[in-house]
């Protein structure tokens, strides 16, 4: 057999809005809108510079159904730019773009080749030994095995096989098209190219088994590098996976310590210099952050009462670095108090306070109310909203679980009641 190489990708999510970037303006929102399809760009000129021999893009190429014939436009193109150099693609469509999503459609450039919904089939590249064997999904959710209806493998052959696959629900994704590593090793391929998962990784190795994870990441729970795999077969067997990077926004968690005498000016700084320091990393990218502050504080009350300022003084820092180089997504705190100080009467006040708050979630006419008063509130709330929030506080409110609902608020108004100044 032949020495070549390929690139895998999948989960591209063409023109996916990005989230939690509300209120960017000028070229960084021109970069976030355009996020998905610049990294798409970024994957073809890289598997044009690498002079690869073939793609394959493993499922959910779009987010769903088109606004307009633009997404799709988009994607011909840049096939043509493929197809001027002779490179074929391979692509199944996943839950995201499958047939039953999509009302509109194209005429696929010649170079492309889908793999179709009926069964699975197989192409071969007969050059280089290859045969790849795939199948898309006609309706969003396929709840069947689909393995065992892939073809044997191709003796004398280099067999890949293109999946889009929760793999027994990994990584917390919906378990679409449901089978087991063991079922694919069983298969007999050389190379399962598979997509459905956002974290990339290889699951096995001999034969592999392999998610490329998503091209560009779209919040927070997408952090760290985003790309492709390029990966290198000589003799039959394959030498090498490596990893091709094309994101252009990428998302990051970033950890910020306050020590216990900092004061409001000193924790700026911090956060200015620790988004300093990652934004360093980025080569060119827009980092998109989340600030977790933590430690012990005697600004602890503070912070909890001053949240609104805390991250419109964080975004600014961000600002100030320069255009296009970082962006504060949300300002997470887990500080805790310190060396607070008060007076006797004041303490007293403060902690008789705190000591009636602490009991409210277990006060049950209480719950009742806000059963009755912020249940029906909660389901006037957007469906997407009320399935994806990462606020605790909210969640505990969809969930009904009131008694979860009140430790935040109360720690909030706490922290505000402390955090007056004393009226003269």
Same mark, same amino acid.
């Given at each position: 057999?032949?020495?070549?190489?390929?690139?895998? @990708?999948?989960?591209?999510?063409? $023109?996916?809005?990005?989230?939690? /970037?509300?209120?960017?303006?000028?070229?960084?929102?021109?970069?976030?809108?355009?996020?998905?399809?610049? @990294? &798409?760009?970024?994957?073809?000129?890289?598997?044009?510079?690498?002079?690869?021999?073939?793609?394959?893009?493993?499922?959910?190429?779009?987010?769903?159904?088109?606004? *307009?014939?633009?997404?799709?436009? &988009?994607?011909?193109?840049?096939?043509?730019?493929?197809?001027?150099?002779?490179?074929?693609?391979?692509?199944?469509?996943?839950?995201?773009?499958?047939?039953?999503?999509?009302?509109?459609?194209?005429?696929?450039?010649?170079? %492309?080749?889908?793999?179709?919904?009926?069964?699975?089939?197989?192409?071969?590249?007969?050059?280089?030994?290859?045969? +790849?064997?795939?199948?898309? &999904?006609?309706?969003?959710?396929?709840? *069947?095995? /689909? !393995?065992?209806?892939?073809?044997?493998?191709?003796? *004398?052959?280099f067999n890949i096989g293109v999946l889009h696959t929760g793999l027994g629900g990994l990584g917390g994704h919906l378990n679409y098209a449901p089978c087991s590593r063991e079922e694919l090793i069983a298969k007999g391929y050389d190379y399962w190219a598979l997509g459905h998962v956002h974290q990339g990784q290889v699951i096995n190795r001999?034969?592999?088994? !392999?998610?490329?994870?998503?091209?560009?990441?779209?919040?927070?729970?997408?952090?760290?590098?985003?790309?492709?795999?390029?990966?290198? %077969?000589?003799?039959?067997?394959?030498?090498?996976?490596?990893?091709?990077?094309?994101? !252009?926004?990428?998302?990051?968690?970033?950890?910020?310590?306050?020590?216990?005498?900092?004061?409001?000016?000193? #924790?700026?700084?911090?956060?200015?210099? @620790?988004?300093?320091? !990652?934004?360093?990393?980025?080569?060119?990218?827009?980092?998109?952050?989340?600030?977790?502050?933590?430690?012990?504080?005697?600004?602890?009350?503070?912070?909890?009462?001053?949240?609104?300022?805390? +991250?419109?003084?964080?975004?600014?820092?961000?600002?100030?670095?320069?255009?296009?180089? @970082?962006?504060?997504?949300?300002?997470? %705190?887990?500080?805790?108090?310190?060396?607070?100080? #008060? $007076?006797?009467?004041?303490?007293?006040?403060?902690?008789?306070?705190?000591?009636?708050? $602490?009991?409210?979630?277990?006060?049950?006419?209480?719950?009742?109310?806000?059963?009755?008063?912020?249940?029906?509130?909660?389901?006037?709330?957007?469906?997407?909203?009320?399935?994806?929030?990462?606020?605790?506080?909210?969640?505990?409110?969809?969930?009904?679980?009131?008694?979860?609902?009140?430790?935040? %608020?109360?720690?909030?108004?706490?922290?505000?009641?402390?955090?007056?100044?004393?009226?003269?």
């Open positions: 057999m032949a020495l070549f190489r390929f690139v895998h @990708a999948a989960d591209i999510h063409l $023109d996916s809005p990005l989230r939690g /970037l509300s209120g960017q303006e000028g070229e960084d929102a021109r970069r976030i809108q355009k996020a998905t399809r610049e @990294a &798409f760009e970024n994957l073809v000129t890289q598997s044009i510079e690498e002079t690869v021999d073939f793609l394959i893009l493993s499922g959910d190429l779009y987010d769903g159904d088109w606004k *307009d014939y633009q997404t799709g436009l &988009f994607f011909v193109a840049q096939m043509g730019r493929l197809s001027s150099k002779n490179i074929p693609v391979f692509l199944v469509y996943g839950n995201h773009d499958a047939a039953s999503q999509m009302t509109r459609s194209l005429m696929l450039p010649p170079n %492309v080749n889908l793999f179709g919904t009926r069964h699975a089939q197989t192409f071969k590249l007969l050059d280089l030994s290859v045969a +790849l064997h795939g199948m898309s &999904f006609r309706q969003r959710d396929v709840t *069947d095995n /689909l !393995v065992p209806g892939f073809p044997d493998p191709v003796p *004398d052959m001999n034969p592999h088994i !392999v998610f490329p994870g998503n091209l560009q990441g779209r919040h927070i729970r997408e952090t760290g590098p985003k790309g492709a795999c390029l990966v290198t %077969v000589n003799e039959g067997a394959v030498t090498d996976i490596g990893f091709l990077p094309v994101d !252009v926004v990428r998302w990051e968690v970033i950890s910020v310590n306050v020590n216990p005498e900092d004061d409001f000016s000193d #924790l700026i700084d911090h956060i200015r210099e @620790a988004i300093l320091r !990652v934004s360093e990393e980025m080569d060119g990218r827009l980092l998109a952050c989340r600030i977790v502050i933590s430690g012990k504080t005697k600004l602890h009350f503070q912070i909890e009462s001053s949240r609104e300022t805390l +991250l419109a003084e964080s975004r600014s820092s961000a600002l100030s670095l320069g255009a296009s180089v @970082a962006w504060v997504e949300r300002v997470v %705190v887990q500080t805790e108090p310190w060396g607070i100080g #008060l $007076d006797e009467k004041e303490d007293s006040s403060f902690m008789d306070l705190a000591q009636i708050l $602490d009991k409210a979630h277990e006060d049950p006419e209480l719950l009742r109310m806000m059963e009755s008063e912020m249940g029906e509130l909660i389901q006037t709330l957007p469906f997407d909203l009320r399935i994806d929030n990462e606020d605790p506080a909210l969640k505990s409110a969809i969930d009904r679980q009131y008694g979860d609902f009140l430790p935040p %608020v109360i720690r909030f108004l706490l922290s505000y009641v402390r955090n007056q100044e004393p009226k003269s």
